[in-house]
């Protein structure tokens, strides 16, 4: 089955830097990768994704990259703002299947005023 | 669009008595949903897929018994966790796909405290 590994595990970075998270994934055939934002005590909120047929996508300030030769896709947020501060997961589904994903461990972001 | 309504979002209960956690798509419907269990400072781990109509799949590990999953509509699915004890104690989420789209719509979670 699929494996997905994220880092850094925690994150600190001044409010307008850059934040930059990387997740490695086990299983080829895998084709979709999305990225959850979830604050305390609250359920998690799909803030991108990627499909397998491109290598880049942009929304504002969050972009997702893919690599499908090395397996790896991250998570790159510009101009952090206070707000962004929260715990991010990346997942990949298990195998071609949409209806079951396997998350990363999580990163938690802090962004310092 | 794409809502899923979770209830409640916090729960305590004595230990040895049962809770239910009610999971409703509002505005689409959910021929399947995921129940997710979340430790303190940990990931989401899938305990069960329930589909309508039909018997819930349960992942390895998981007490079917325990963690009694109905999904009786295609709007509702609701997760009773029976005669709980302090180590059910723990953060449950559910979410769901609408068909067609990529990515799942997640609950507000529900805060579990077994006493």
């Known amino acids: 089955g699929e494996n997905v590994e994220q880092h850094p595990s925690t994150l600190s970075v001044q409010e307008g830097d850059s934040a930059v998270i990387k997740c490695t994934y086990s299983d080829s055939a895998s084709n979709y990768f999305p990225w959850y934002k979830q604050e305390l005590g609250k359920g998690p909120q799909l803030i991108i994704d990627i499909r397998s047929n491109v290598g880049e996508k942009k929304d504002q300030r969050i972009a997702v990259t893919l690599n499908k030769t090395a397996k790896h896709f991250s998570l790159h947020i510009t101009e952090t703002q206070p707000e962004d501060s929260a715990v991010y997961f990346c997942a990949a589904p298990n195998g071609t299947s949409y209806d079951k994903v396997i998350f990363g461990p999580g990163t938690s972001l802090s962004v310092i005023p | 669009g794409a809502v899923v309504s979770q209830h409640p979002s916090r729960v305590i209960c004595k230990s040895g008595t049962s809770v239910k956690i009610e999971c409703r798509s509002l505005?689409?419907?959910?021929?399947?949903m995921f129940w997710y269990r979340q430790f303190p400072k940990q990931s989401l781990m899938l305990m069960a897929t329930s589909n309508e109509g039909s018997k819930a799949t349960y992942e390895q590990g998981v007490e079917k018994d325990k963690f009694l999953i109905n999904h009786a509509s295609l709007t509702l699915s609701t997760l009773t966790v029976t005669s709980a004890h302090p180590e059910d104690s723990s953060f449950y989420i559910c979410?769901?796909?609408?068909?067609?789209?990529?990515?799942?719509?997640f609950g507000s979670g529900t805060r579990l405290t077994v006493v």
């Open positions: 979410s769901a796909r609408v068909t067609g789209r990529y990515g799942y719509t």
């Open positions: 505005d689409f419907q959910a021929t399947t």
